[in-house]
């Protein structure tokens, strides 16, 4: 339920024009200035905020009510649960969609009712969703009856709400809706049979997968990579030949779940596929079950036009290679123009102790403590594979640091040293506090370290100390 953009306040609008907007006579200028508010803590603008939730206009109580989401501050749980009874729908998506943020067990009764009575599809939905994130098991019954809405944006929310809160009774409906007629239920059914490893519900998704559209495989193809059962494995396999490039590359995933055998010969041909979003998810694979003869395919893709390819390559190769003209190869990568190909070689050279990398690494530290870190980017998407964000410049530093402290001079390193308190010297004290973020293949897997532990872990290091 995010604010439109045209309504967002700039960061230096004055405070006391908005609230003062907030009581023009015009219905449309207070629910600009509602709305312009969103996003601002400031207690000031969150009690105005919802003395307007009982403005006459229903826009402007839609616009205050979409501004204190925006906050979800608790202390606004009140007005949410006022508003949730509200004439109009969009004031009480609104409200569901703040209870969803910051909502307590507490709530879980009025958001129960407003999943089973309100005659809006998106507030039911927007009850389910709030009582997944904040609610507690007792309230299963209503969600159980929920999947029988005949709204399916209700029924998807309500299953996964299911499935969050009690895994044990999720399975058989997600079964049911395996062959619900709305493609976006059949699919939350995929995720949550995978989700919970249901081997008994291999068949049906076996069965859903040969008659299924192109848009749902891929969720179908996961879970079965994630039940494991080797019956699925010559579906998988043809699935891998398959016309759409999103589908080939799950199909891909899944296998490397199987092991060597029946993954490597379906990634080893898919390294030569026309599509980059194939060849990368080949490279992946073959990291887990691949082998040294893989490695001369796997050091072709470090020239590869698209980033993602060798990305995995030289996360593949790291994982099989210890030869110096592979490392040296991956050092070279140190300087690609693409941010998640130097990630991935920042990890590598550390991963090989590539002590030649050493002076490099030294320049990639020292230059991110006079650049700010960039934000997130769409890697590609457009052209039918799957759509990739990269957070790479975000994940670079705590990577670069770590790889570093696997490469420093015995006894004491005095440029790791230098390097590190000239990086030190740029971090605040909430961003030194924040999980040191880590390079993995997919997805997120950060650990319990903090930022300013790993530079103090590996400045110690670098000192001759022990690392701890």
Not at 55 to 61: E, I, K, L, S
Not at 82 to 97: E, F, G, I, Q, T
Request: net charge neutral; glycine share 6%; with cysteine.
């Amino acid at each position: 339920m995010p604010t439109a953009p045209g309504d967002a306040a700039a960061p230096d609008e004055p405070l006391a024009e908005l609230l003062a907007a907030l009581d023009d006579p015009a219905p449309e200028r207070r629910r600009a200035a509602a709305r312009r508010l969103g996003g601002r803590p400031d207690p000031q603008a969150r009690t105005a905020l919802e003395r307007h939730l009982d403005d006459p206009d229903a826009t402007v109580r839609s616009g205050a009510a979409e501004a204190l989401a925006a906050v979800a501050s608790p202390a606004s749980v009140p007005a949410f649960l006022r508003a949730l009874a509200d004439p109009s729908p969009a004031v009480r998506s609104h409200a569901a969609w703040g209870l969803s943020r910051c909502a307590t067990p507490k709530e879980e009764g009025a958001l129960a009712t407003a999943l089973e009575r309100d005659p809006d599809a998106l507030v039911r939905s927007l009850a389910a969703l709030a009582l997944g994130r904040r609610g507690t098991p007792a309230v299963a019954p209503a969600l159980e009856r929920a999947l029988a809405d005949p709204s399916d944006r209700v029924r998807r929310e309500a299953l996964i709400a299911l499935d969050r809160l009690v895994p044990a009774r999720a399975e058989a409906p997600a079964r049911h809706l395996l062959s619900d007629p709305a493609r976006r239920v059949r699919i939350a059914a995929a995720v949550v049979l995978g989700r919970e490893r249901a081997r008994a519900a291999v068949p049906d998704l076996l069965d859903r997968l040969a008659r299924s559209e192109r848009w749902e495989r891929p969720a179908l193809l996961v879970a079965l990579g994630k039940i494991g059962d080797p019956a699925a494995v010559p579906a998988l396999v043809r699935a891998a030949r398959d016309p759409a490039d999103s589908v080939r590359v799950c199909a891909l995933h899944a296998l490397a779940e199987f092991g060597p055998a029946a993954a490597g010969p379906t990634a080893r041909a898919a390294l030569d596929d026309p599509a980059w979003s194939v060849r990368g998810a080949a490279a992946l694979a073959l990291a887990s079950c691949g082998g040294p003869d893989d490695r001369p395919a796997l050091a072709r893709l470090l020239v590869d036009p698209h980033p993602w390819p060798r990305r995995n390559a030289v996360y593949a190769l790291a994982r099989l290679a210890r030869e110096s003209a592979l490392a040296e190869a991956i050092r070279a990568l140190l300087a690609d123009p693409e941010p998640d190909v130097r990630l991935a070689a920042v990890w590598a050279v550390g991963e090989l102790g590539d002590i030649a990398a050493r002076p490099a690494l030294l320049d990639v530290v020292r230059s991110l403590a006079r650049a700010p870190v960039a934000p997130r980017r769409t890697l590609a998407e457009g052209d039918g594979a799957v759509r990739l964000l990269s957070d790479a410049d975000e994940r670079l530093r705590d990577v670069a640091v770590a790889a570093l402290g696997r490469l420093v001079r015995a006894p004491s390193d005095p440029d790791v040293v230098a390097a590190l308190d000239e990086l030190a010297e740029t971090l605040d004290e909430a961003t030194a506090a924040l999980p040191a973020r880590r390079f993995v293949p997919l997805g997120s897997d950060d650990g319990p370290e903090t930022v300013g532990m790993l530079l103090e872990r590996v400045r110690r290091r670098a000192l001759g100390g022990p690392s701890g």
